[in-house]
């Protein structure tokens, strides 16, 4: 995560602090928060009930008005509807306790959530009216009731609806709608939560009563409830019904709110206190039956009532979290084994799921994998469920794609609600794994800084600056401090999954102060650097006041400089065994200064002005040096006899993420500024060689030995003074010859045909792979072995250039001991410490990627542990890469006349050739009269058959022999 420091006007932030007598801090913060205005900070630091606009300004005020006093008047019973979250019940509860009080005949009603879900439900407005009520008022819901509206009106009902969600394309036709986010809506503040809504109904009352303002304030202590639990802006009027508010909730006579801040250990009750304590146990009546009890809570004025409903909340609360917790780790378990944690949303399922808390492990989900996150319960068939988003990802519009797959589906940016048909989940994730593949959203997650302190800066009049703009919540967030370079003391961590964080921050003059985290992203307990090098922390926190001084509540938190790259470098590694597809290149970045190619530069930058044509025998790390210097110079050609062994030369070469290099040959055809390719592509003018500044030609001797013929052909192409031939053999030729050699030192043991294990007793160890496909697969298994394997790292092409060059570093630098890799590397198994084991547990297609493996100047042990039956799936891979009889095969096609994509692919199956490798043999057909994959097909075969086949059964010296010394005394390469 990105720590980002504020920047202000420090010239404007001292003349309000002047001017209005602030200290500086506070003028800094309001000026970061765009108060500029000196009438607009007065109203913001000092929110009154002058403040506030005349309620009649609200679109139906005066209609919603003038039917609830008719009401009165007439006497016509009034019943109020609310919703079951903190907002509803709070609503319900200010509407009731007004206009009971004034004259009223009121009874109220709030749903369940599991039985009957959001909104006015026909079916107990009819009930209603039997009972006589002939007025509907509703609070935090209404505004998408259409059928219930119209069934009320038949009834001969008034229909008053009080609201505050967004409205879709129309408006019930309610006798009265106020919502401030009704599209034709002029009230300069739109952002009321539904009991502010309520409150602004009450006061227009009031008005026309002739009712004191203050009287109407005496609830003031639930709408500031309401109003925070809803995480409504606390900006404008809202500012002042809740910095009121929280002065009459500290002054409460309400019973049961006293019970339950008692029970909570509440004090002086704060906003914070509010949204992270007391309305979550509010919530939990309605999210696990009925919200009833969170209400008769509010309204009891009954002690021994209160005891027992405040006690039955807290129970509540603790259920709703086992459930919570229960169904949380079901829904990783189903996530960690099971291809949705490689989707960029993530979509789990699971049967009987407590709809009450699907929202919560939604977001729980979201902050461990940092991913959009989608949690469904099914039953009967159906599918209900609830969506979290991360920041930056508008979670409405991404899905709004995939619309159809869902029943019903709604929501905003951060969060939405549907229901889905059981049956279509795997559809939808098969949508969004083809739409979206292995992308991932780039969530650009960072924490802005208000001001950076040390830890002696940290004192009362740091609170005291800060209690200017408390209350703090949802558009007025708790200022963020970076304390810096700061001493530990002492450090905990705790919870479940030890994402918390106690510690004790001491400064340069002992002064010390305390901080707790919570649900940190990174689990730091686990991280090496933590416990072993720990002096001192970067901590990046709001600052509170708990009952005997400033308190942290920490955000997040980095080792200081001091000890950073240690630091940087077991956390490297710690995030990649962790989840290494989220790693994120900006949190790596110092891992791109290590080049380790410039020492090797240095003994072949004179061939760069060597005549040519010449010869350049070396070990494959000093090649590999030589190819990636010569790209820097000039566009560069690396002819190859054939996919093998330019697939050898255009894996090692990746380990360097060379810019703009391509490997081309009969399925890759796109040409970059660089080009590894095979003699046929050549040969058969598919790529302009005089284009290029350098043209190389890798292991032509082997072509030659392959088809005269071809390599005749090859040499006819190309002009004689452009040429470089590059080898890692020895041979004889009737052109200039350089040798640049290192020794490899290294050691080799027979295992073929022994049982693969993974146990080891040396402190270094390396399992070789020469199918890159089988790294993932056998990492990921080995990865969960335990502590043994903690630490291991894999090395593929499929990697991210920064993770390439960080995992290459850190193997130089020591700090990496276990890895599995794919073979044509560089030498990066033998950068492993002197006495490694290496282990190769797949057949190579070729001699080269043993020499690969052992050619660093580390002294290392190569181990083969390949067997018949690996050499014999080795073969049938190739045959299968490169089909016989595709000639026929694409007859074939054009004789059944196959027209579409569908009838394409059946043909595909049933051929067994891929659709990749039969599309292009078709356009080749079509194009050139010639199927490039079938003249490809020969050199890789009889190649493969002649020099790579002898290592199944060649002695261990034999196969030795060839790796020390590459001498092929039966070659003469003539030029």
Same mark, same amino acid.
């Given at each position: 995560?990105?720590?980002?420091?504020?920047?202000?006007?420090?010239?404007?932030?001292?003349?309000?602090? $002047? *001017?209005?007598?602030?200290?500086?801090?506070?003028?800094? =913060?309001? /000026?970061?928060? @765009?108060? +500029?205005? &000196? %009438?607009?900070?007065?109203?913001?630091?000092?929110?009154?009930?002058?403040?506030?606009?005349?309620?009649?300004l609200l679109k139906d005020m005066d209609k919603a008005v003038k039917y609830l006093l008719e009401a009165r008047e007439k006497k016509l019973p009034v019943f109020v509807y609310?919703?079951?979250?903190?907002?509803?019940?709070?609503?319900?509860?200010?509407?009731?306790?007004?206009?009971?009080?004034?004259?009223?005949?009121?009874?109220?009603?709030?749903?369940?959530?599991?039985?009957?879900?959001?909104?006015?439900?026909?079916?107990?407005? $009819? *009930?209603?009216?039997?009972?006589?009520?002939?007025?509907? =008022?509703? /609070?935090?819901? @209404?505004? +998408?009731? &259409? %059928?219930?509206?119209?069934?009320?009106?038949?009834?001969?009902?008034?229909?008053?609806?009080?609201?505050?969600?967004?409205?879709?394309?129309?408006?019930?036709?309610?006798?009265?709608?106020?919502?401030?986010?009704?599209?034709?809506?002029?009230?300069?503040?739109?952002?009321?939560?539904?009991?502010?809504?309520?409150?602004?109904?009450?006061?227009?009352?009031?008005?026309?009563?002739?009712?004191?303002?203050?009287?109407?304030?005496?609830?003031?202590?639930?709408?500031?409830?309401?109003?925070?639990?809803?995480?409504?802006?606390?900006?404008?009027?809202?500012?002042?019904?809740?910095?009121?508010?929280?002065?009459?909730?500290?002054? +409460?006579?309400?019973?049961?709110?006293?019970?339950?801040?008692?029970?909570?250990?509440?004090?002086?009750?704060?906003?914070?206190?509010?949204?992270?304590?007391?309305?979550?146990?509010?919530?939990?009546?309605?999210?696990?039956?009925?919200?009833?009890?969170?209400?008769?809570?509010?309204?009891?004025?009954?002690?021994?009532?209160?005891?027992?409903?405040?006690?039955?909340?807290?129970?509540?609360?603790?259920?709703?979290?086992?459930?919570?917790?229960?169904?949380?780790?079901?829904?990783?378990?189903?996530?960690?084994?099971?291809?949705?944690?490689?989707?960029?949303?993530?979509?789990?399922?699971?049967?009987?799921?407590?709809?009450?808390?699907?929202?919560?492990?939604?977001?729980?989900?979201?902050?461990?994998?940092?991913?959009?996150?989608?949690?469904?319960?099914?039953?009967?068939?159906?599918?209900?469920?609830?969506?979290?988003?991360?920041?930056?990802?508008?979670?409405?519009?991404?899905?709004?794609?995939?619309?159809?797959?869902?029943?019903?589906?709604?929501?905003?940016?951060?969060?939405?609600?549907?229901?889905?048909?059981?049956?279509?989940?795997?559809?939808?994730?098969?949508?969004?794994?083809?739409?979206?593949?292995?992308?991932?959203?780039?969530?650009?997650?960072?924490?802005e800084i208000d001001s950076i302190l040390e830890v002696d800066d940290i004192n009362d009049e740091i609170i005291d600056s800060l209690r200017y703009l408390e209350p703090f919540?949802?558009?007025?967030?708790?200022?963020?401090?970076?304390?810096?370079?700061?001493?530990?003391?002492?450090?905990?961590?705790?919870?479940?999954?030890?994402?918390?964080?106690?510690?004790?921050?001491?400064?340069?003059?002992?002064?010390?102060?305390?901080?707790?985290?919570?649900?940190?992203?990174?689990?730091?307990?686990?991280?090496?650097?933590?416990?072993?090098?720990?002096?001192?922390?970067?901590?990046?926190?709001?600052?509170?006041?708990?009952?005997?001084?400033?308190?942290?509540?920490?955000?997040?938190?980095?080792?200081?400089?001091?000890?950073?790259?240690?630091?940087?470098?077991?956390?490297?590694?710690?995030?990649?065994?962790?989840?290494?597809?989220?790693?994120?290149?900006?949190?790596?970045?110092?891992?791109?200064?290590?080049?380790?190619?410039?020492?090797?530069?240095?003994?072949?930058?004179?061939?760069?002005?060597?005549?040519?044509?010449?010869?350049?025998?070396?070990?494959?790390?000093?090649?590999?040096?030589?190819l990636m210097l010569l790209m820097q110079k000039g566009r560069t050609l690396i002819v190859n006899p054939n996919n093998i062994e330019a697939l050898h030369v255009y894996e090692?070469?990746?380990?360097?993420?060379?810019?703009?290099?391509?490997?081309?040959?009969?399925?890759?055809?796109?040409?970059?500024?660089?080009?590894?390719?095979?003699?046929?592509?050549?040969?058969?003018?598919?790529?302009?060689?005089?284009?290029?500044?350098?043209?190389?030609?890798?292991?032509?001797?082997?072509?030659?030995?392959?088809?005269?013929?071809?390599?005749?052909?090859?040499?006819?192409?190309?002009?004689?003074?452009?040429?470089?031939?590059?080898?890692?053999?020895?041979?004889?030729?009737?052109?200039?010859?350089?040798?640049?050699?290192?020794?490899?030192?290294?050691?080799?043991?027979?295992?073929?045909?022994?049982?693969?294990?993974?146990?080891?007793?040396?402190?270094?160890?390396?399992?070789?792979?020469?199918?890159?496909?089988?790294?993932?697969?056998?990492?990921?298994?080995?990865?969960?072995?335990?502590?043994?394997?903690?630490?291991?790292?894999?090395?593929?092409?499929?990697?991210?250039?920064?993770?390439?060059?960080?995992?290459?570093?850190?193997?130089?630098?020591?700090?990496?001991?276990?890895?599995?890799?794919?073979?044509?590397?560089?030498?990066?198994?033998?950068?492993?410490?002197?006495?490694?084991?290496?282990?190769?547990?797949?057949?190579?297609?070729?001699?080269?990627?043993?020499?690969?493996?052992?050619?660093?100047?580390?002294?290392?042990?190569?181990?083969?542990?390949?067997?018949?039956?690996?050499?014999?799936?080795?073969?049938?891979?190739?045959?299968?890469?490169?089909?016989?009889?595709?000639?026929?095969?694409?007859?074939?096609?054009?004789?059944?006349?196959?027209?579409?994509?569908?009838?394409?692919?059946?043909?595909?199956?049933?051929?067994?050739?891929?659709?990749?490798?039969?599309?292009?043999?078709?356009?080749?057909?079509?194009?050139?009269?010639?199927?490039?994959?079938?003249?490809?097909?020969?050199?890789?075969?009889?190649?493969?058959?002649?020099?790579?086949?002898?290592?199944?059964?060649?002695?261990?010296?034999?196969?030795?022999?060839?790796?020390?010394?590459?001498?092929?005394?039966?070659?003469?390469?003539?030029?």
């Amino acid at each position: 995560m990105k720590w980002e420091l504020k920047k202000f006007n420090k010239e404007l932030a001292q003349k309000i602090s $002047e *001017e209005l007598n602030l200290p500086f801090l506070t003028s800094q =913060l309001l /000026v970061t928060r @765009g108060y +500029t205005d &000196f %009438e607009e900070i007065e109203k913001f630091l000092y929110p009154s009930k002058k403040h506030l606009r005349s309620p009649f300004l609200l679109k139906d005020m005066d209609k919603a008005v003038k039917y609830l006093l008719e009401a009165r008047e007439k006497k016509l019973p009034v019943f109020v509807y609310g919703d079951y979250d903190v907002d509803g019940i709070t609503g319900v509860a200010t509407l009731v306790t007004f206009l009971s009080k004034y004259g009223w005949k009121v009874d109220y009603y709030i749903p369940n959530r599991l039985d009957e879900g959001y909104g006015i439900q026909p079916q107990v407005v $009819e *009930e209603y009216f039997k009972k006589g009520y002939r007025v509907l =008022l509703s /609070v935090d819901c @209404g505004i +998408t009731s &259409f %059928e219930a509206v119209e069934k009320a009106r038949k009834l001969g009902m008034h229909v008053i609806i009080t609201d505050h969600h967004t409205i879709k394309d129309k408006i019930p036709e309610a006798h009265a709608v106020v919502d401030p986010k009704r599209e034709d809506e002029t009230y300069p503040f739109r952002d009321f939560a539904g009991v502010g809504v309520a409150y602004k109904l009450i006061s227009a009352v009031a008005q026309e009563l002739g009712i004191p303002g203050d009287k109407v304030d005496e609830v003031l202590d639930i709408v500031a409830l309401g109003t925070i639990a809803d995480m409504v802006d606390l900006v404008d009027e809202n500012r002042y019904i809740v910095k009121e508010g929280l002065k009459r909730l500290n002054a +409460t006579n309400r019973i049961g709110l006293l019970q339950l801040m008692k029970k909570l250990n509440i004090t002086n009750i704060s906003s914070q206190d509010i949204g992270y304590r007391l309305a979550p146990k509010l919530n939990a009546a309605g999210r696990l039956y009925s919200a009833e009890d969170a209400y008769k809570l509010i309204m009891t004025d009954n002690i021994s009532s209160a005891e027992q409903l405040a006690e039955m909340l807290m129970g509540y609360n603790f259920t709703r979290q086992e459930i919570e917790n229960k169904i949380f780790k079901e829904a990783i378990e189903k996530i960690e084994h099971s291809k949705i944690k490689d989707l960029p949303i993530l979509i789990v399922s699971g049967n009987n799921w407590h709809a009450g808390v699907l929202g919560i492990v939604a977001t729980k989900l979201v902050q461990k994998y940092n991913k959009p996150s989608l949690v469904v319960s099914l039953e009967n068939g159906i599918g209900r469920g609830s969506g979290r988003s991360v920041d930056g990802v508008n979670i409405l519009e991404v899905l709004s794609d995939f619309a159809s797959y869902f029943e019903e589906f709604g929501g905003h940016p951060m969060a939405i609600g549907f229901s889905i048909k059981d049956e279509k989940i795997p559809e939808l994730i098969e949508a969004i794994s083809e739409k979206f593949g292995n992308t991932f959203f780039e969530v650009d997650s960072k924490i802005e800084i208000d001001s950076i302190l040390e830890v002696d800066d940290i004192n009362d009049e740091i609170i005291d600056s800060l209690r200017y703009l408390e209350p703090f919540g949802h558009g007025n967030p708790e200022p963020v401090f970076l304390i810096k370079d700061s001493i530990v003391d002492r450090i905990r961590f705790f919870g479940n999954t030890n994402s918390n964080v106690r510690m004790i921050l001491k400064g340069k003059n002992k002064q010390t102060v305390e901080g707790i985290g919570f649900g940190l992203r990174k689990n730091y307990y686990d991280i090496p650097a933590i416990q072993a090098f720990l002096t001192s922390l970067d901590v990046v926190a709001n600052i509170r006041k708990n009952g005997v001084g400033p308190i942290l509540n920490i955000l997040d938190f980095k080792i200081s400089s001091i000890h950073e790259e240690d630091y940087n470098d077991k956390y490297f590694i710690y995030s990649f065994t962790n989840d290494w597809k989220s790693q994120k290149e900006e949190e790596f970045k110092h891992f791109g200064v290590f080049d380790e190619l410039s020492q090797r530069y240095e003994k072949v930058e004179k061939y760069l002005h060597v005549q040519r044509p010449f010869v350049l025998q070396m070990d494959p790390m000093t090649r590999n040096a030589f190819l990636m210097l010569l790209m820097q110079k000039g566009r560069t050609l690396i002819v190859n006899p054939n996919n093998i062994e330019a697939l050898h030369v255009y894996e090692s070469l990746s380990r360097h993420s060379p810019k703009d290099l391509s490997f081309v040959n009969s399925l890759n055809r796109k040409i970059s500024n660089h080009v590894i390719t095979n003699a046929v592509m050549l040969v058969e003018e598919q790529i302009p060689v005089d284009d290029f500044d350098f043209i190389v030609l890798n292991e032509i001797h082997i072509l030659s030995a392959l088809s005269t013929e071809m390599y005749e052909k090859l040499l006819k192409k190309l002009k004689k003074d452009k040429l470089i031939i590059t080898s890692l053999y020895k041979f004889d030729t009737n052109i200039p010859l350089y040798s640049e050699e290192r020794k490899l030192n290294f050691g080799l043991e027979d295992r073929r045909n022994s049982k693969k294990t993974i146990d080891y007793d040396v402190d270094s160890i390396a399992f070789l792979f020469s199918n890159y496909n089988y790294v993932t697969k056998f990492y990921e298994k080995l990865i969960t072995k335990g502590y043994k394997f903690k630490d291991l790292v894999f090395y593929s092409p499929i990697l991210e250039d920064f993770q390439k060059k960080a995992i290459s570093t850190l193997i130089k630098k020591g700090r990496i001991k276990k890895l599995v890799s794919s073979t044509n590397s560089d030498g990066l198994p033998s950068m492993l410490p002197n006495g490694s084991e290496i282990r190769l547990f797949d057949f190579p297609l070729s001699v080269k990627e043993l020499i690969d493996a052992v050619s660093g100047d580390s002294y290392t042990i190569l181990q083969l542990y390949y067997n018949e039956e690996d050499a014999k799936k080795r073969m049938e891979h190739l045959k299968k890469l490169f089909p016989e009889n595709l000639e026929n095969v694409v007859k074939e096609f054009f004789e059944n006349n196959i027209k579409n994509k569908e009838e394409f692919l059946e043909f595909s199956k049933n051929v067994s050739i891929s659709p990749k490798i039969l599309n292009q043999a078709i356009k080749d057909y079509k194009e050139i009269k010639k199927i490039l994959r079938n003249v490809e097909r020969e050199f890789e075969l009889r190649y493969f058959e002649r020099y790579t086949m002898f290592l199944l059964n060649n002695s261990i010296k034999d196969i030795y022999k060839m790796i020390e010394e590459r001498d092929m005394y039966d070659t003469y390469l003539e030029i």
